[in-house]
């Protein structure tokens, strides 16, 4: 068995370390970007909630989840460019070789994403999208090969340190996405209109790129290592976030492809409850990854040590969005129409399974800062098998639901928890 908690092929000896951490403006900037990407995400729903019948919404919510698949997958891309180019930085002046174009990486592989995708149509029309296959694939395709330099661009912005180019990106992305589906719903766009409306976002990248010196110049960004390195890293950042992207945004896959269709078309509601208690925690979460993932690379010494206190205050906001959820969370749904009734005990315990969550991506930013991809890899691999095991009891949807998003992530977190207690102590047995 391989020893999780290090290995020399991905862990630096002597890790670089140095450079200033991100400044208060800049945090505040991401921040204000994934709340803004959060709330934008919110509205999408309020208006395919009202826009289609639950059975068509329950549809739109799978395409939303396979689309944020795609996405989350090739966001491997991103968390390895950040990683790459912040250690290439830090390495400037040394003897060491310049590295691979991070673009070039990206291409490839969103090219061969592409082409996985067109391999597996078929069961995609049989299995998920009977409906506007085409269509569907095609959109899928378009994701895989434009998200890819979007992923490449933003992981370049991390690693150089251009947070507000960053933040525009996030921002920029998820206003496209939310001005054109309320423009399809406005005009009455049946359900596979939404659907193509979401293309809209891949523009993001491309407009940073032609109004932004500062994003053309993190375009040409090089990694720390050669082109074949790079990707067999990305591979295992890919397979990583494939496993988390099947928690975190494709769970509706999930569920649809373990559940009845009948029962999956009366299963909107709790889809949308998983979504709404997710968005608050998970999306800026997600973008503030990548000043965590900087700041590691930066000082992996010490540099994960900052995640103690967001991940208190993870818990302390998660008990309370629990709480919260229970108390006045019912009649909230409501307002989303009233087919789309959940109980209260139901809501807090998806808040509390969405705190689990980001705790584990927390822990995996912390394992693949530290450079252990194979233990990054071996949490969300273990959390996503636990989740699709519990999806497979004989339960209602809910408790199939809170089961797998809740006891997924612990068996992920002990695997990331346990890997970066032995590469601490690696570290220290060394140092002494």
Request: aromatic content about 6%; charged content about 10%.
């Amino acid at each position: 068995m391989t020893d999780i908690s290090q290995s020399s092929e991905f862990i630096p000896e002597q890790p670089p370390t140095g450079g200033a951490s991100i400044s208060a403006k800049s945090a505040a900037g991401v921040g204000g970007a994934s709340v803004l990407a959060a709330a934008a995400g919110i509205v999408i729903l309020f208006i395919t909630s009202h826009a289609l019948s639950p059975a068509d919404n329950a549809e739109f919510l799978s395409f939303w989840a396979a689309i944020f698949f795609v996405c989350g997958v090739l966001g491997g891309i991103q968390a390895e460019t950040t990683r790459a180019v912040g250690t290439a930085r830090a390495t400037v002046g040394s003897d060491a070789p310049k590295g691979a174009p991070v673009l070039a990486s990206g291409l490839v592989v969103g090219m061969c994403s592409a082409l996985v995708i067109l391999l597996l149509s078929p069961l995609l029309g049989n299995y998920l999208f009977p409906r506007d296959t085409t269509a569907i694939v095609g959109v899928l395709v378009a994701t895989a090969i434009l998200f890819s330099c979007h992923a490449t661009l933003a992981g370049a912005a991390q690693g150089n340190d251009q947070w507000s180019l960053f933040a525009g990106m996030v921002s920029l992305e998820a206003l496209l996405r939310l001005a054109a589906i309320a423009v399809a719903a406005a005009i009455a766009a049946p359900l596979l209109g939404l659907e193509l409306a979401c293309l809209a976002a891949l523009a993001a990248w491309l407009v940073v790129a032609l109004v932004s010196p500062a994003g053309r110049d993190s375009l040409r960004s090089r990694a720390d290592v050669g082109l074949g390195r790079l990707l067999q890293n990305t591979g295992h950042a890919l397979l990583s976030a494939a496993s988390s992207a099947s928690l975190i945004v494709a769970f509706p896959i999930l569920l649809k492809l373990t559940t009845p269709q009948a029962d999956y078309a009366l299963s909107a509601p709790i889809l949308l409850a998983i979504s709404l208690t997710r968005a608050p925690i998970m999306v800026p979460l997600q973008a503030f990854q990548g000043v965590a993932l900087t700041e590691i690379v930066r000082n992996p010494q010490n540099g994960w040590r900052a995640l103690k206190k967001p991940l208190v205050a993870l818990v302390g906001i998660g008990a309370f969005g629990a709480l919260a959820a229970w108390l006045v969370g019912p009649q909230l749904m409501l307002v989303f129409g009233p087919d789309y009734e959940v109980e209260g005990w139901a809501l807090a315990t998806l808040t509390l399974a969405a705190v689990l969550m980001a705790v584990l991506t927390l822990l995996g930013t912390v394992v693949i800062g530290l450079g252990n991809h194979r233990a990054y890899s071996a949490g969300w691999v273990t959390a996503t098998a636990v989740a699709i095991g519990l999806l497979l009891v004989p339960a209602s949807v809910e408790i199939r639901s809170i089961l797998s998003l809740g006891l997924g992530p612990l068996a992920g977190i002990t695997v990331h928890a346990v890997a970066i207690a032995l590469i601490v102590r690696k570290r220290r047995e060394s140092a002494d």
